[in-house]
Every structure is written in C-alpha cells, then in structure tokens.
C-alpha cells in the first residue's frame, strides 16, 4: 500500500450560516491561514497503594478551534462572525453547527457534525496592517458521526445508521414497587443523548425536584430527587423530546413506581 501524505486543505470545515432547518454551508477557508483542532484532553491520575506508578484515565473532551481570520468584507464567514462580534451575541445566539470533513479518504467522505459555541476573542490589528479577527469555536458535546458528499461546492451530511432509539433498561423499573424513598432513578438508552427532557410527578400530581446527570457516554440518565420522596405514593417518571446523536427521537415513555411503606 502506497502512502500519501494529507494536505491541511483536505482537512475541510464548514460552517451553517443558515438554519438546522435549511441549512447553508460555507466554507472555513478566506483569509484563514492555519487552524488547529485542540482536543484539550480531561484527564484524572491516581496512584493506587499497590503500586508505585501512576495510572491516567481520559475522562472527557474540551474540543476548540481557535480560528484567526484576516477581514474580507463580503466574505460569508468573515461577514456570519462579524455579525457574532457587533451583535456581542451570547447563549443560543452565539451557537452554529460545524461540518468536520476529511477529504483524505474516499467520496462518501466521513464527517462529523458538531454544536459550536463561537467566541469572539479580538478584532483589529496594527496600524497600515489589514484587519483581522480572532475567534474560537468550542465544539460542544458528542458529535454526530457520518458521511458527507459533494456536489458543487456543497456539503449534504447522511448521519450514520444507528439502531433506533430505545429506552434500554430503568432503575427502578417499570411497575417496581417497594421502593425506597431515598432512590435515585437511573434511565439507560441504547445510543447517546444530545436532548431530553423529564420529569418526576406522584400519582396525586405533587411535582417532584430532582438534579439530573449524564454519564461520560451520555447514555445513562441519573435522577436524584433533592428531598426523599413519600411513603406508599405512586411517581410517574415522563420521558419527551429525548433525541440522540444521530437525530433519532423516542416515542414520549412513562415509568411508574411506587415507594415503601
């Protein structure tokens, strides 16, 4: 087997300067002279009593881009970022889709779909000099893997086949009874979760307070309720909008338990 070595410009990312609706894709490539993906690894080492040597574990993520783009009035992504800087947008206002693709390898190319969260870190330059602007665009979450093709300039994104989304397993489960009243609710599904939402509420309609927290794989759901829930009381767990990384939705989903005496 021959090998080839990857040009930066088979390297490509696009930015949705439309909607996820209808989507636009432009392009990151005018008056960008290098960019870099940081994968900003979280890791945890500890050195257990056993051995002398430390042990590491990559826990998460914290993908970013720092992306520096010389002006071009005109220019889509200069005039999308700059419309970021004079608006100071923040929240969901500052947020886009970005199409990763490697053009390295063959046409479907493989591609990911990420969340971003674009800041705007400085604008200008010295005097005589042309204008630039400095940006990074925080990837957030798990992306959405798939294949990209195109056609004329423009990216179409087929996320890739996943099995459907089901709610694997539940802790307590469906119909349990005998349950104590210091539990936590454990929700499992079968791919990764990008968007949910759920609520605890007893059979008399008491709405309960709980926190709620992913595991590292954003399969695992967990629901700790802040106070102890009642004795001998029927809750209802409802599940609606859960949504995974490949933009498969489940059917809204109700648990029900009932506590101890």
């Not at 930066?8 to 432009?26: D, E, H, K, Y």
């Not at 969901?92 to 693709?101: C, F, I, Q, R």
């Not at 397993?169 to 210091?182: G, M, Q, R």
């Amino acid at each position: 087997m021959s090998e080839t070595k990857i040009k930066r410009s088979q390297v490509a990312m696009f930015l949705n300067t439309g909607t996820s609706a209808s989507p636009i894709w432009s392009m990151v490539g005018k008056g960008v002279t290098g960019q870099t993906v940081s994968y900003n690894p979280q890791t945890t080492t500890e050195t257990y009593i056993h051995e002398d040597s430390a042990t590491t574990s990559v826990d998460s993520y914290q993908v970013n881009v720092s992306t520096p783009q010389t002006a071009y009035a005109g220019e889509t992504i200069f005039d999308f970022i700059d419309g970021l800087r004079q608006n100071r947008s923040i929240g969901s206002d500052a947020e886009a889709e970005v199409l990763l693709v490697y053009l390295y390898k063959d046409s479907p190319y493989p591609a990911e779909l990420n969340t971003a969260a674009i800041q705007i870190d400085d604008f200008g330059g010295d005097g005589g000099s042309n204008v630039v602007m400095n940006y990074t665009i925080n990837l957030n979450g798990d992306p959405t893997p798939g294949t990209v093709v195109i056609t004329d300039g423009a990216p179409v994104f087929t996320p890739t086949s996943a099995s459907a989304l089901a709610l694997s397993s539940s802790t307590p489960v469906d119909d349990a009874t005998s349950v104590a009243v210091n539990t936590a609710v454990a929700l499992t599904f079968n791919n990764a979760i990008k968007a949910i939402s759920v609520s605890i509420v007893s059979a008399a309609g008491v709405v309960v307070a709980f926190t709620e927290a992913f595991n590292s794989t954003k399969k695992v759901l967990t629901l700790t309720p802040t106070s102890n829930l009642s004795a001998s009381t029927t809750y209802i767990v409802t599940i609606s909008g859960a949504v995974d990384i490949y933009g498969q939705t489940l059917a809204n989903t109700a648990i029900n338990f009932t506590t101890a005496a």
